[in-house]
């Protein structure tokens, strides 16, 4: 109580000033009172250095406490991002040596700020030194002497940021400190990074979620005899893959970063995290990143150590680097700096997931004595928040104070990466990468093409033909060798093979190119090549490959000889395809190119009858791909508003259109999430709020209470949930355990940040999908809806009993973390594929392994030995296992050649000589499993990353229709839609929901139901 009425008193006296200008200069002294408490709060000493185990008053600067009336790390009490940006602006108002501005909103409309801290000579001139840092970020035209003049002018930039990930809270209580503490303390080193460094801090990343995390922590400790709320949703959308959104850029925190960055070219971009005990200084185990700049992988071990040797001289133990994160994956917030020349940098340090004080009990892992972590954590330790606080804010003061006093060399270092970065393309290459103007997909080519210019990257389009003779010939895209493959093995089957010669590359007009030679090309290059990450390496720590042209289906070349950069090209700004109609008459046919933006047009013009072809047609000498969009006698004036809003194109027609069609559906869709994790299914909504296509999301326990879903939806969508196999199954029907009260989630005075539009609540969120919720589902298909469940949700409907002749199950020695892998169209009737060529990209990662077919080994099961590379197909005799059998006094006999079937064939193959029990188990062929993409065979799998044992899932379904009753259940092995980048896998989503109801389209067995 005494403490609030102090911190009261205090506002009070430093909201009675309203100007910087005082009667009387400012004083400083030491604020005992938040002094005592820092040491209270601090459990050991060796958890503190000299820079932060006190804090000086100042007359004329409010200190935290002043309004926040808590110290910072303070135990049992967390603040709300209003509170916090208050105080920084509260600093900016009382402190000329703040400045404080927004960067844009959350999505549920929290702010997020930048705060600038330094002297008030600096400030002045702030937008001076904003312009040398875009200056040296791009210094074509910039002569060494023009260069050395701006760097020996300039001031580095180092900026901090806090809290991506909710559930970690210290940086943003810390960052508040370390503001005031930057700008009102006057010793030589704190002086020394004010006058020869700007600081930026954003002290909340992920506003959204910080709210709710302080609702969960202060409504615990209000109800401690409750059990702890989960952390539901982090942000809006998805939880911990916040931080792996740099490729996509599909988040609101995600763009205003990345404009923030671009707006200042900040020297050094510092993420704040909390896991590993006691403070992990990031470089990583590597491999790292192949595309950066060696230059930037010395300044993480350069700053790193400098921080980890400071920390250590003063007795701080347990601060360490090296064995956590690789430093491969370009997906991560920092990446933002190190993709763009700047030095992108972490710490992870302990946290309690609060402010709570706790005895720690650690992992023998946790406090081994290694070589790069000599003076390792103690195996037990009680940890308080000021701890974390103080590891924190002391190891960051010595990496912006090392700034500071080098600030010339790593001004300079900026300078000649992005120097190194225009060279690229006459160095180590390529040239240039090329999006051919003939790309069937010219909208999806413009969605990627804008993200490249979001992301700071030129885009140019060539005014010319460009051809490229055969001696210096391109390197052709993913797409490309596949074609070349395709056509060597035909030519092979017709004859002798023969050299092939090689052919000059043709590039048409109105094609873009991004150069090699601009100051980003090393984020271009990495995005766009494919990536090898050796088996051999330490275990990834997140995805280990990304090629978005492959992932996204959107051609691209990458392009070697040089003359490309001579050629007559314009510099693009956004770039934005040209929709509407062509021709007359009152017929109205789309191509379907698997253009997302279709979806967005099918329910955009919802009342609008549509049908689709179920086979490829031509209409006035234009060739059609099956799952065409047939319009008859609709408003043109409405269809053309339509196509031009969206880029697509139309083609009207009076022909008469000889193709079977069947209606177009606008399914009623919903899209399911647990109360336990809901990472996953943010993508998918993400993807779908994107794209303006509708649907309810729904809960697992929602399910579980209600009996007719089919009355409210066609379509149910299952995105990964948790585990696969048994323990994952049991985990989604069992839920959160029904003990005690029942658990509502929803807003109230204690908790007001639970729910937000486009979230759900519910008066209890335990027990799970539970069995009745399993029997709800099965009912919603067999009365004619579709189940479409993904990844680890696959086993639901298969272990659930909905599905025949599928297995689905995890892989037993496959390591896939996170690749790009080929699959082949298997039904190229199915309207799962409409629109899609032979061949397609996907990612893929960990599993499951889905097989079709039936055990038809005889009675008692089994499938027999292996006779796969672990073992032959040969019985134990004479020879090797190369070698035939021979039964000894009788003349030999040859064996039968085995029948070569294709995978296809292999999996709904029925002997002739199955006895009749057997063969009553088989279901009706229209019930039967129909494989439709397929992953391709184990030497053509891997496009990108790392697979090992990938004779797993070679020649495997990929994606797998089965009716059941009057529905479908249609299966993914693969992840369709995926941290923003999977675009070129989305239609396989879109395709099963519009044609949910006519899913039997093309099967060679179709019977009425």
């Known amino acids: ?322 064995g956590f994160y690789d430093g491969w994956a370009p997906n991560y917030l920092l990446s933002i700096a190190n993709n763009h020349n700047s030095i992108g940098r972490f710490y992870e340090t302990f946290g309690n997931g609060g402010a709570d004080t706790r005895v720690r009990t650690l992992r023998p892992t946790d406090t081994s004595r290694e070589w790069y972590r000599p003076n390792p954590p103690l195996p037990k330790v009680k940890w308080s928040a000021r701890d974390n606080i103080n590891m924190q804010e002391s190891a960051i003061l010595f990496g912006m104070n090392n700034l500071a006093s080098n600030g010339q060399k790593f001004l300079n270092n900026f300078y000649l990466k992005s120097k190194r970065s225009i060279a690229k393309a006459r160095t180590e290459g390529p040239a240039a990468w090329v999006f051919p103007a003939d790309d069937p997909r010219p909208t999806e080519q413009a969605s990627f093409l804008n993200l490249l210019e979001l992301q700071g990257v030129e885009v140019h389009r060539l005014e010319k033909e460009l051809r490229i003779p055969a001696a210096q010939t391109s390197q052709e895209s993913a797409g490309d060798k596949d074609k070349e493959k395709s056509a060597e093995k035909s030519d092979a089957a017709a004859k002798p093979k023969e050299e092939k010669k090689p052919t000059e590359t043709v590039i048409p007009v109105g094609s873009y190119v991004v150069r090699m030679d601009q100051p980003y090309s090393r984020l271009a290059d990495m995005t766009l090549d494919t990536q090898y990450y050796s088996p051999r390496d330490p275990r990834s720590y997140d995805d280990t490959g990304w090629t978005l042209g492959a992932l996204r289906n959107v051609k691209t070349t990458r392009v070697t000889d040089l003359s490309i950069l001579n050629a007559a090209m314009q510099k693009m700004g956004r770039v934005d395809p040209p929709g509407g109609i062509d021709g007359q008459g009152k017929t109205f046919v789309i191509q379907h190119n698997t253009e997302n933006i279709l979806a967005s047009l099918r329910f955009r013009l919802a009342s609008v009858a549509m049908d689709a072809a179920e086979d490829s047609f031509e209409a006035d000498g234009i060739k059609f791909k099956a799952g065409s969009l047939i319009i008859r006698n609709a408003d043109r004036s409405q269809l053309e508003e339509a196509a031009k809003d969206l880029g697509i194109k ?3 027609t009076n022909a008469t259109l000889s193709v079977k069609t069947h209606p177009l559906a606008t399914p009623r869709i919903a899209l399911v999430h647990n109360w336990q994790n809901t990472q996953n299914d943010g993508w998918f909504r993400i993807s779908m709020d994107e794209l303006k296509v509708p649907y309810t999301y729904a809960a697992d ?189 009788r003349s030999y006999e040859p064996p039968e050649k085995p029948v070569k079937r294709t995978p296809h064939e292999q999996e709904l193959y029925v002997p002739e000589d199955l006895p009749d029990f057997a063969r009553f188990a088989i279901p009706p062929k229209d019930q039967q499993p129909r494989v439709v993409l397929r992953f391709a065979a184990e030497k053509d799998l891997l496009l990108s990353g790392m697979i090992t044992g990938g004779n797993e899932i070679a020649e495997k379904p990929a994606v797998v229709d089965v009716p059941h009753g009057k529905g479908h259940v249609v299966l993914f092995a693969n992840n369709p839609m995926w941290r923003g980048e999977t675009m070129g896998s989305y239609f396989l989503v879109f395709n099963a929901m519009l044609n949910f109801d006519h899913l039997d389209a093309g099967s060679a067995v179709i019977t009425s139901k």
């Open 1 to 322: 109580m005494m403490r609030s009425l102090l911190g009261v008193f205090l506002s009070l006296c430093f909201l009675a000033s309203t100007t910087f200008a005082q009667s009387n200069p400012c004083s400083l002294s030491n604020h005992t009172e938040y002094t005592n408490k820092i040491k209270e709060f601090t459990t050991e000493s060796f958890f503190s250095t000299e820079l932060v185990d006190h804090l000086p008053f100042s007359s004329c600067v409010p200190a935290p406490d002043a309004s926040l009336h808590h110290i910072v790390g303070a135990p049992d009490v967390l603040d709300y991002t209003k509170n916090i940006n208050a105080y920084f602006r509260l600093l900016a108002n009382k402190s000329p040596r703040v400045k404080v501005w927004s960067i844009g909103t959350s999505e549920e409309g929290r702010e997020m700020l930048v705060a600038a801290v330094s002297d008030e000579a600096n400030l002045a001139r702030l937008d001076r030194y904003k312009e040398i840092t875009a200056r040296l970020a791009d210094p074509r035209g910039l002569s060494e002497a023009e260069a050395q003049k701006l760097i020996a002018e300039g001031k580095p930039i180092y900026w901090a940021d806090g809290s991506i990930h909710s559930p970690e809270t210290g940086s943003p209580e810390m960052l508040m400190e370390l503001a005031y503490r930057l700008a009102v303390e006057d010793t030589p080193f704190i002086q020394e990074i004010r006058r020869d460094a700007i600081v930026l801090i954003t002290p909340i990343v992920e506003t959204d979620g910080h709210d709710r995390m302080v609702d969960i922590y202060m409504q615990h400790k209000k109800h401690p005899d409750q059990p702890p709320y989960p952390l539901i949703w982090w942000g809006h959308y998805v939880s911990h893959d916040n931080n792996r959104d740099n490729l996509g850029v599909s988040l609101a925190l995600s763009r205003n970063m990345l404009k923030t960055y671009l707006d200042w070219h900040p020297t050094v971009m510092h993420d704040l995290h909390e896991s590993v005990p006691y403070l992990y200084i990031m470089t990583g185990t590597g491999p790292y990143n192949a595309w950066l700049d060696p230059i930037v992988i010395s300044e993480w071990q350069e700053m790193a150590y400098h921080e980890i040797e400071e920390m250590t001289k003063r007795g701080v133990i347990g601060v360490w680097t090296h």
């Open 701 to 889: 326990t929602w399910l579980r209470e209600t009996t007719n879903l089919r009355e409210k939806f066609d379509v149910i969508i299952l995105p990964p949930m948790g585990g696969g196999g048994p323990a994952g199954l049991s985990a989604v029907l069992r839920g959160l355990p029904i003990r005690g009260d029942p658990h509502p989630w929803k807003n109230s005075a204690e908790t007001p940040n639970f729910v937000a539009p486009g979230l759900d609540s519910t008066d209890d969120i335990r027990g799970g999908l539970g069995y009745q919720g399993l029997a709800n589902l099965e009912r919603f298909v067999r009365e004619g809806g579709l189940l479409i469940a993904v990844q680890t949700s696959a086993s639901i409907p298969v272990a659930g009993g909905m599905t025949e002749m599928v297995n689905v199950s995890d892989a037993r020695a496959m390591q896939a973390p996170g690749s790009v892998v080929l699959s082949t169209i298997d039904d190229k009737k199915s309207p799962i594929i409409y629109g899609y060529d032979d061949k397609l990209y996907v990612y893929f990662r960990a599993g499951p392994v889905i097989t079709v077919g039936g055990n038809f080994s005889g009675p008692g099961g089994g499938s027999g030995p292996d006779e796969g590379a672990a073992g032959s197909g040969r019985s134990s005799g004479r020879g090797t296992a190369a070698d035939p059998d021979v039964i000894q006094a």
């Open 650 to 652: 139309l083609h009207s």
